[in-house]
C-alpha cells in the first residue's frame, strides 16, 4: 500500500512538473497595413510593380532571362497580358494572384504576404491597369 501512495506520489509530481513547466509567450499579431489606403487608386508602376522587385522578392526567379513571367518594371505589364495571368472577370482565379497567394500550395517558394496579394487582386477588380 506505502509503494502505491509513493508511486502516486511520484506520477503527481511529474504532471505538477509537466504542466507548470510550460511557458508560454503571447505574441500580438502584427497590424495589417495596406499598401492602398483605402480609396485611392491602385497604381500598377508604384503599388504593384515594387512588390515583385524589393529586395530578394520575386524577381529573383521570375527576372531578366529567368522563368517566364517576367515582373521586371519594365517588362511585368506585358508579360503578365500576354501570358494571360489576369482574369478580370474573376480576379480571384488571376493566375498572378493565386499562384503565389500566401494560402497556395503550388508556389512552393516565395509567396505573397496578406498585404501583397490584398493589393494585387485590388488591382485586378480595378481594371489591371497599367499606369
Known amino acids: 500500500m506505502k509503494s502505491k501512495?509513493?508511486?502516486?506520489?511520484?506520477v503527481f509530481a511529474i504532471l505538477v512538473s509537466f504542466f507548470t513547466?510550460?511557458?508560454?509567450?503571447?505574441v500580438e499579431p502584427k497590424k495589417s497595413v495596406p499598401i492602398?489606403?483605402?480609396?485611392?487608386?491602385?497604381?500598377?508602376?508604384?503599388n504593384i510593380v515594387p512588390l515583385w522587385n524589393n529586395g530578394n522578392k520575386c524577381t529573383s526567379c521570375h527576372g531578366d532571362g529567368g522563368t517566364?513571367?517576367?515582373l521586371t518594371p519594365d517588362n511585368?505589364?506585358?508579360?503578365?497580358?500576354?501570358?494571360?495571368?489576369?482574369?478580370q472577370t474573376t480576379p480571384e482565379n488571376s493566375v498572378i494572384y493565386a499562384?503565389?497567394?500566401?494560402?497556395?500550395?503550388?508556389?512552393?517558394?516565395?509567396?505573397?504576404?496578406?498585404?501583397e496579394a490584398a493589393a494585387?487582386?485590388?488591382?485586378?477588380?480595378?481594371?489591371?491597369?497599367n499606369n
Open 120 to 129: 494585387i487582386l485590388l488591382w485586378i477588380e480595378d481594371g489591371a491597369k
Open 68 to 70: 517566364a513571367p517576367n
Open 21 to 26: 513547466a510550460c511557458e508560454y509567450e503571447f
Open 76 to 87: 511585368a505589364y506585358s508579360s503578365l497580358t500576354s501570358m494571360g495571368l489576369i482574369d
Open 36 to 46: 492602398v489606403p483605402p480609396g485611392d487608386t491602385i497604381s500598377f508602376s508604384l
Open 99 to 115: 499562384y503565389p497567394s500566401p494560402t497556395s500550395s503550388t508556389h512552393n517558394w516565395k509567396k505573397y504576404t496578406v498585404d
Open 5 to 10: 501512495h509513493i508511486l502516486n506520489l511520484v
